[in-house]
Every structure is written in structure tokens, then in C-alpha cells.
């Protein structure tokens, strides 16, 4: 059957800890019988049926040494299925196609292989290690460092040529990074200490981490959405965060409408101030993906997403929200960058508990002091005895209800409004950021007329959201390839939104389920202490990856030497990614493939594929990339226009669920030019047009949402506080001539402009 197959998987399970990991090959229809592994020239191996019976007369290992390959944790069975499944293993296509790639010679592998193979059945396995075998790069991965050795190399080159192992020895010099430590030097020179806030949601533990920045001579807060970045460069500058030290006058509430987890502070002198004071107010400039806004120059503080955290100044005082995220597997290593590299001398960082060991680990190498702050929730959580049992008229005032797909959403949001008379805001990934926050703050208002909000697990970071009750309508997520089970950090910190502050009557909040069977599950998790994260995601900076440009960028998962707690970074659909890039656009310089791999976009979408495609399409025939001939690839602007015309109507709520997706999708694109924008201004100069436009899809999208309620209404933005608007621009002046000057985007522009004519 697999031979009349186009592209077909083979996996290799166990049951042990490689069991979660596949070896997977391909085999692609010919019209030919497919060729054994066996007709290649492999030279005759000394496995006897028995893995673990070595031959009597096999010379001594050529790879025993210092360097092993198997944590000294793991079983005998572990090591016996790995010395069973070698030969196999050495044997896979896309073992040998990798190899092939980093430069060995084909024609050397079957002796190179045949070595390596004869040192496991001398008993390597049993020697301490350096190597992880916890996935399917273990075996390219263990042969390359084990060919990479000097004394082993003696013994290779009486019949492997002493260029291919100059190929293995220059790709395992340039790649490693067993001490990523050393990327950062800056840092490195520095003594620093770190602060850990850890505690549930709802444990106020960000807050004296904010204050402290506050009163610093100079800092940067570095959270994980941008809608967070700008929350706490609002309150800076305005003055509502009182410095640590200084005392709060009166006549101020506390801030209710943070999103932070800040303390839940009572009386006329809070920390965290609704009313800002201008003796607290501090200058900070905000810097995201796609946005920058300058108050000042020289202004001391920085407010920034994750990503974007400069490591070229030196700082007294950092805030690292979300420290949890270090191991997530798309986003990690910017939280592991800034671990490492930030030169500031104090660092606070903010999560969840399952954060410390693997902080403490990391922190082990570079030197530096910790301290731990813990903190309780500050109302209590209590699991409702049982569940709605499927009855969407039982959702009350003050609800969440949690439904994991968008289109789920938007049903939901019509049989709750149906049954119960009661209007439902929405939040989910897809909607930009700016339209979740007005979602939230409609919900919120208890003035506005929407009690109840439907939502995706978007709930459970950088939304403010006054929540009674959170309801999972399921406890399992489908995350792209499979119908899987929330993790317990996931339940903890989406029902954890429940009861903040006791807005709603009584102290405390509640959770429950829609449906009676995943009462337990829910009562176990909440139950149950998180497990501690295992590893630190690493991805390399650009200029490590220019160095090793040579080979492939996967290069770090097989050969960079990356050791325990951290784990390089899966380079998902790189292949794909690859093939885009280069079938668009050729002759690109490694500095520009890498932006445009890195770049913000879903790459299951087409109509985002389409748009980088003419991305890049203009960027390689004229360099300058015009933002109506980008948007000219779908009928995006059509939609808005007509979404516009619609707006003094009313008009039929499916009109405008149709054009919902269309204008997310517009939002998208406009979110990528100007993140393009801001790494290359003179390319992508239109950002002025884009960022206009970004506010008008904003505007159709809340609208859009309103008209869906079965209640709807055709005013826009009601549900948004109002406040003073802070003076700020979006680039930096320079002194050119004796005058100032604005440069960057708009230099660009004129740039751009005058070439047309």
C-alpha cells in the first residue's frame, strides 16, 4: 500500500518517552518498485538478532568517550529500545537526506554510520551524556556530535577523508550553542538579580513588580500582547502607577479597569490609581510589533511586547510579564532571550508557578541572584456542585461562557440571546486586539446593555473583564491537527478570571461546566498543582543564523549543542515556509528571508499567502512596496467600503456576519505591512495610509459586532472609556541642517513618492 501512495507517514511509536515523538519518512508514486534500503552499499553490520549480544570480535568504539548519549534518568528499557532501533534508525531517508544537506558527502555516510553503529553495540548508551534522545532529530544529532569529536576523528580518517570531517567539525564549531548565556555580553558583565512574582490568577503579583518600575531611573516592561505594552504605557504617563517609595495621596479610586494582576487595594490612597497624579507621572515611549509612539525622546522608560525588548541598554530596572511563556513552543524564546539578555540590573519577572524551577535552572549558568515572591489569590474560586446540563437558559448576569472556535462563538452567542434575552459580547484570537478590548469594556459597563460574554480561551490573558461565573462549554480544544484535552494550567488560568475583586455582589467567583460529565475533569484539574515547565525554548538570534547560513535553519534542533533546560526551537512548516519564500521571490540576501519567515501571519491562510506573495513579488522587482497594490490581491477594501455605506442603516445581522471574516482578514494584512514597516521603513513607506485604514477597519469590525446581536444597535463605541489622549508621535526626530526633521517613515515616503515621477 505504500508504494501506490503519494505522500504517505510512517510512525514509530513505544511506550516510553520517545513514544510521543514519530519518525516519519515519505514515499512518493514512481511507477517503480520502491528500493530497498538494503540495495545501497552499506557495509555488513555486527547486529545479531539480539541488540544487546554484541559481537566478540568488534573493535573497540571509535565514539566511547566523555560524550554519551542517554540522561542518566533513563531506564534500561529506554536504552534498550534505542540500541534495537539503531540500525534502523540509520537506515530512515530523511536521516540520510539531513546528513546529505549539512554536507557529507552520500557516498561517506555508509562508513561514517557503520562507526557509529559499531560504538553502540560496544555499549556507548551506557556512558553519561550530553545528548537527548527525547525526539526524532536524536540520531542525526548524536552522530553529528559524536563525529565532531578530535580523538574519534583519529580513528575516522583512516577510511572517511579528512574534508568531510572538516564539513561535520565546522558545522558542530559555528552551531553550538551549549552556553547561549554568551550571546548576550552585555548582560554577561553585569550582576543582576531577579525578582519572581508567581502566584494564581487574580494574586495582584504584578504589582509591586509595576511600582518598582515606576520609580526606577530607567526600565522597560515586556509583556505578551500589545494591548498590555500600551496599558501600562498609558498609566505611566499619566501617572496612575505610584512609585515604589513614595507615598499615594488621596482622592483617587483604585483601577479597576487594569488588566494587570494587580493588589486589591480599598481606600482613598491606592497604588494603582484610577485618576492619575502628575508627581507620579513617569515619560515612556511604546514600542510593539507594529506600532511605535515616542513622548519623549530621552524618555527613561519603555513600554514593549516581548519580542520587541531592546538588550542594547543598560537598565535599573525590567518587568517580564507572563514568564510561563518561556516554554511556549511558537513564542518561548523571547522570553529566554530576555532572561538571558536583558542588561538591567534588577528583573522582575511575573507568572505562574510553574515557572521557577526552570528560571532557577537557567539562572544556575549565568550567575545571577533569585528571589521568590509567592502570592494567593486574592477572592475565593468555588466549583459550582454541578453543571448547566446543556441548558443555555440557565447562562446568568455576569456570565462567561467558553467555546473554543469561532464559529462556535457566534452560535452560541445566538441561542444564549435567544433563550435568555440577554446580549452577549464576543472575544477570540481572530478579532484584533483593539475590538477584543472594546468587546471587554462593553461587557464591563453595566450601563451598556451586554451581560453576558461568549468567548475563547483569549479570556485568559490581557483582558480586564469583570466575570461572576466562567462556564466551559468543553474541555477540549481542537489546537489544528487534533481534538485534544486543556492542560491544567489553561483550566487554572481561564476559570482563575472568575470573581475579580468581587465586583459582582460577594467576594469570590464560580465556575462550572455546560455539561455534567466534564464536572469531574474540571474538580481534578482545579485540584491538582500545574506540573513545573521542563525546558526554556532557544531560537537564535539573526546574526547566529547568518553564520551558519551555509547549512539548513534547522540546523539548531540537530547540532547547535543546545543543553538542558533549554530546547531549540521547532521551525514549524519550514519547509514550507522555505519553498514560499523563495518560489516568490529569488535572490533574497539570508537578512531579509529571515524577516519575512518571521513575519505575523497564519500561513494556512490564502488569502495571507496571497498577500505575501505580492509582498514579495514588489519588494523584489521594485523594492518599494505600495500599500494599494498589496491590498489589490482580494476584494478586502470593497468589503470595508460597503460595510461603511451600510453603517447610517441597520442592516441585516447576516450581512454583517458574513463580512466579519473579510475585515479580520483586512486587519491582518494591514497588522503585517506595518509590522514590515518598522523593520524596513524605505520598503514599506505607506504606514501613515495603513495605520488610517487600520483605524477604519476597527471601527466596521465593532459595528460589525453589534448589528450581529439579536439586540443589535447601531452605535459605535459606547462601550469605551473615555480619557485624555496622550501627545506622542510614531517616529523619532532627528537634526539635519540645523532643523529638526521627522525621519523614518515619512523620509521614506518622500523617498518613495519621488521616484514616481
Known amino acids: 500500500m505504500l508504494s501506490r501512495c503519494r505522500i504517505s507517514r510512517c510512525l514509530v511509536h513505544s511506550e516510553t518517552f520517545l513514544g510521543s515523538s514519530h519518525l516519519c519518512f515519505r514515499r512518493f508514486r514512481t511507477g517503480r518498485p520502491t528500493r530497498s534500503h538494503n540495495s545501497l552499499d552499506w557495509p555488513k553490520s555486527d547486529f545479531n538478532d539480539d541488540p544487546l549480544r554484541f559481537s566478540t570480535h568488534s573493535s573497540r568504539s571509535k565514539f566511547s568517550g566523555s560524550i554519551g548519549l542517554i540522561p542518566p534518568t533513563v531506564t534500561p528499557d529506554i536504552r534498550k529500545l534505542v540500541e534495537s532501533n539503531a540500525k534502523n534508525w540509520a537506515h530512515l531517508p530523511h536521516v540520510l537526506h539531513r546528513l546529505e544537506r549539512f554536507g557529507i558527502p552520500r557516498a561517506r555516510l555508509p562508513d561514517l554510520l557503520s562507526s557509529f553503529l559499531a560504538d553502540i553495540r560496544e555499549g556507548i548508551l551506557s556512558s553519561e551524556t550530553k545528548f537527548d534522545l527525547n525526539s526524532t532529530k536524536s540520531f542525526p544529532k548524536s552522530f553529528l556530535h559524536g563525529s565532531s569529536d578530535p580523538e574519534k576523528q583519529r580513528h575516522l580518517r583512516t577510511y572517511v577523508p579528512q ?185 522582575h519577572l511575573c507568572g505562574e508557578e510553574t515557572a521557577v524551577r526552570i528560571i532557577q535552572d537557567i539562572l544556575k549558568d549565568t550567575g545571577d541572584e533569585l528571589v521568590v515572591n509567592r502570592y494567593e489569590r486574592l477572592t475565593p474560586l468555588e466549583i459550582q456542585e454541578s453543571s448547566l446540563d446543556g441548558d443555555l437558559s440557565r447562562i446568568q448576569k455576569g456570565d462567561c461562557l467558553v467555546v473554543f472556535s469561532r464559529n462556535g462563538i457566534f452560535a452560541v452567542k445566538s441561542k444564549v440571546e435567544e433563550k435568555t434575552g440577554l446580549r452577549c459580547a464576543v472575544a477570540y484570537g481572530r478579532l ?16 451598556s446593555g451586554y451581560d453576558v460574554i461568549v468567548a475563547s480561551d483569549a479570556v485568559g490573558m490581557g483582558l480586564n473583564l469583570k466575570i461572576k461565573r466562567v462556564v466551559f462549554e468543553t474541555l477540549h480544544k481542537f489546537d489544528g491537527q487534533e481534538r485534544r484535552p486543556l492542560s491544567i494550567s489553561q483550566i487554572k488560568q481561564i476559570a482563575g478570571r ?88 529569488k535572490d533574497l540576501l539570508l537578512s531579509d528571508k529571515l524577516l519575512f519567515k518571521n513575519c505575523p501571519i497564519q500561513w494556512t491562510d490564502p488569502v495571507a499567502l496571497d498577500t505575501l506573495a505580492q509582498i514579495l513579488r514588489l519588494y523584489t522587482s521594485t523594492i518599494r512596496v505600495d500599500l494599494d497594490a498589496v491590498l489589490s490581491v482580494a476584494p478586502l477594501m470593497n468589503v470595508l467600503e460597503h460595510v461603511e455605506e451600510m453603517m447610517p442603516d441597520r442592516p441585516k445581522p447576516h450581512a454583517c456576519k458574513d463580512a466579519l471574516r473579510h475585515l479580520e482578514g483586512l486587519h491582518k494584512v494591514l497588522v503585517l505591512y506595518l509590522w514590515l514597516s518598522f523593520r524596513n521603513a524605505m520598503a514599506f513607506y505607506d ?71
Open 432 to 447: 484584533p486586539p483593539e475590538v477584543r478590548s472594546e468587546q471587554a469594556a462593553l461587557f464591563n459597563d453595566p450601563q
Open 163 to 347: 574534508s568531510t570531517l572538516d564539513t561535520i567539525t565546522r558545522l558542530h564549531r559555528i552551531a553550538d550553542l551549549s552556553y547561549p548565556a554568551d550571546l548576550f555580553p552585555k548582560a554577561r558583565a553585569m550582576k543582576r538579580k531577579f525578582i519572581m512574582h508567581v502566584g494564581p490568577t487574580n494574586s495582584g503579583k504584578t504589582h509591586m513588580a509595576l511600582r518598582a518600575l515606576a520609580a526606577s531611573s530607567s526600565g522597560l516592561y515586556a509583556g505578551p500582547l500589545r494591548l498590555l505594552a500600551h496599558e501600562i504605557w498609558e498609566r505611566l504617563n499619566k501617572g496612575q502607577i505610584v512609585p515604589l517609595g513614595m507615598d499615594p495621596e488621596a482622592g483617587s479610586k483604585p483601577d479597576t479597569s487594569i488588566s494587570m494582576d494587580v493588589a486589591n487595594e480599598t481606600g482613598p490612597r491606592p497604588t494603582v490609581r484610577k485618576v492619575g497624579h502628575s508627581k507620579y507621572a513617569r515619560p515612556c515611549n511604546l514600542r510593539t510589533g507594529e506600532e511605535f509612539r515616542i513622548v519623549a525622546d530621552n524618555a527613561p522608560l519603555m513600554s514593549s511586547t516581548v519580542e520587541m525588548a531592546s538588550f542594547d541598554k543598560t537598565l535599573d530596572v525590567a518587568v517580564v510579564d507572563e514568564i510561563q511563556m518561556i516554554a511556549d513552543p511558537e513564542r518561548g524564546s523571547a522570553w529566554t532571550n530576555a532572561v538571558l539578555g536583558l542588561p538591567a540590573r534588577e528583573i
Open 687 to 757: 504606514a501613515d495610509t495603513a495605520f488610517e485604514l487600520k483605524a477604519r477597519v476597527e471601527r466596521a469590525l465593532e459595528w460589525c459586532l453589534l448589528q450581529v446581536s439579536s439586540h443589535g444597535r447601531t452605535e459605535v463605541g459606547t462601550g469605551r472609556a473615555q480619557s485624555d489622549k496622550l501627545d506622542y508621535r510614531q517616529r523619532w526626530k532627528a537634526r539635519v541642517g540645523g532643523r529638526d526633521w521627522v525621519a523614518g517613515v515619512a523620509a521614506a515616503k518622500t523617498v518613495a513618492e519621488s521616484t514616481r515621477q
Open 498 to 585: 472568575a470573581g475579580r475583586y468581587g465586583l459582582h455582589g460577594q467576594p469570590g467567583g464560580f465556575v462550572t461546566t455546560l455539561y455534567e460529565e466534564d464536572i469531574p475533569t474540571l474538580r481534578r484539574a482545579l485540584a491538582t498543582p500545574a506540573p513545573p515547565l521542563t525546558c526554556a525554548i532557544l531560537d537564535p538570534p539573526g546574526h547566529w543564523m547568518e553564520d551558519v547560513s551555509q547549512a539548513l535553519l534547522e540546523v539548531p534542533s540537530y547540532i547547535s549543542g543546545i543543553r538542558p533546560p533549554f530546547r531549540a526551537a521547532v521551525q514549524v512548516r519550514l519547509d514550507q515556509l522555505s519553498k514560499f519564500i523563495d518560489t516568490h521571490a
